[in-house]
């Protein structure tokens, strides 16, 4: 098993819908997860962090973190067209890996009007 | 908040020829800073990590030789892509971090175009 994977996806909701963005993690990833929005062409920008377990709410952005079941998710409410980007999850490394990020494949959203 | 910047933006060269990247934490100092690759609709493949003052880290698959890496003060590293092909075209970031930001921030990218 890789260490972040995000199987889903190419995703595509209408504008003003809930996206849900979903990512799980090996026992190799420490407890610290980032979510990074892409846009094509340029590099990645964070958009949340999580640490513990449960829900972080920033803005429209809803991070969740379920350690027992090893998931991490992104919830992004009143989707926006400008929202239509590629959203990588991403796990900090554990051990002699920690300080670098293991990143998933990617989840391409695409928010239609 | 912290700021790393990246240079070039992009950059096109002739196949044999070396090319350097930059990258500067501008107000932060980076001890540790981390090198990707992305290949059009792929993910960000880590290349290498390397840490001031000491050698990189490289990747398992990634030739020491041909992407050298130089991390000589807390602020500045560099990549250079040294007789690039045109399999080295790529899309490159780096991403700097200090003793509290374990390496979230990312530069802007150089687009490299070999041909």
């Known amino acids: 098993q890789k260490e972040v994977e995000q199987n889903s996806g190419p995703l595509s909701v209408p504008e003003g819908a809930i996206a849900s963005l979903n990512c799980t993690y090996s026992?190799?990833?420490?407890?610290?997860f980032f979510w990074y929005r892409q846009y094509s062409g340029k590099s990645p920008e964070l958009i949340m962090s999580?640490?513990?377990?449960g829900d972080k709410e920033d803005g429209r952005f809803t991070a969740q973190l379920n350690k027992a079941s090893q998931y991490v998710s992104l919830l992004i409410r009143d989707s926006q067209p400008s929202d239509s980007a590629t959203y990588l999850c991403a796990a900090q490394g554990r051990g002699s890996t920690l300080g670098r990020l293991y990143f998933g494949r990617g989840t391409q959203l695409t928010v239609w009007p | 908040g912290a700021v790393v910047s990246q240079h070039p933006s992009w950059v096109i060269c002739k196949s044999g020829t070396s090319v350097k990247i930059e990258c500067r934490s501008l107000d932060f100092q980076a001890t540790t800073m981390f090198w990707y690759r992305q290949f059009p609709k792929q993910s960000l493949m880590l290349m290498a990590t390397s840490n001031e003052g000491s050698k990189a880290t490289y990747e398992q698959g990634v030739e020491k030789d041909k992407f050298l890496i130089n991390h000589a003060s807390l602020t500045l590293s560099t990549l250079t892509v040294t007789s690039a092909h045109p399999e080295d075209s790529s899309f490159y970031i780096c991403?700097?971090?200090?003793?509290?930001?374990?390496?979230?921030?990312f530069g802007s990218g150089t687009r490299l175009t070999v041909v």
């Open positions: 991403s700097a971090g200090d003793r509290g930001n374990y390496g979230y921030t």
């Open positions: 999580i640490y513990s377990n």
């Open positions: 026992d190799r990833v420490s407890q610290s």
